[in-house]
């Protein structure tokens, strides 16, 4: 099975995340669940309840972190630097094409296959593209790709 196409810089932040939440989150979480079961009654118990809530979203944060650590593909990310038809320069905006998991200060990671992904996917600096969005078609123009 393969994993996500994420950067370098995602996948140590995600294989960090899954270190932490495999070790010192899940031994927390029984932690909490035993204390809370100290408390007698277990129906009736708010907190242990909370915690084999907490418990059962973290369970499925790991399971969605093997599933994206497993195999990744390594890929450098670009940085579009755009701006709408009408719109002067100083209103730049910045998206980077990726897995939702990226993070780029400054910038909107957005999907490839978004409206806005698929017609940045491939332009380059100057390009003027239309794209049919939500609310009908938009122009833009390419200020800048830059390597992330």
Not at 66 to 72: G, V
Not at 83 to 90: A, T
């Amino acid at each position: 099975m393969a994993g996500a196409k994420l950067s370098k810089s995602a996948l140590e932040r995600l294989q960090a995340e899954f270190h932490d939440l495999t070790t010192r989150g899940r031994i927390e979480v029984a932690d909490k669940i035993e204390r809370a079961r100290e408390e007698g009654d277990l129906k009736e118990n708010a907190g242990y309840h909370a915690a084999k809530d907490e418990q059962g979203h973290m369970e499925g944060r790991i399971r969605q972190l093997e599933y994206l650590i497993d195999e990744p593909e390594i890929v450098e990310n670009q940085l579009y630097v755009i701006v709408y038809e009408g719109d002067s320069d100083d209103m730049a905006e910045r998206y980077m094409i990726g897995n939702m998991e990226e993070e780029v200060e400054g910038a909107d990671v957005i999907s490839a296959t978004s409206p806005l992904g698929a017609a940045l996917e491939g332009s380059a600096p100057g390009q003027s593209i239309t794209y049919d969005a939500p609310n009908g078609a938009l122009t833009i123009k390419v200020l800048s790709v830059e390597p992330v």
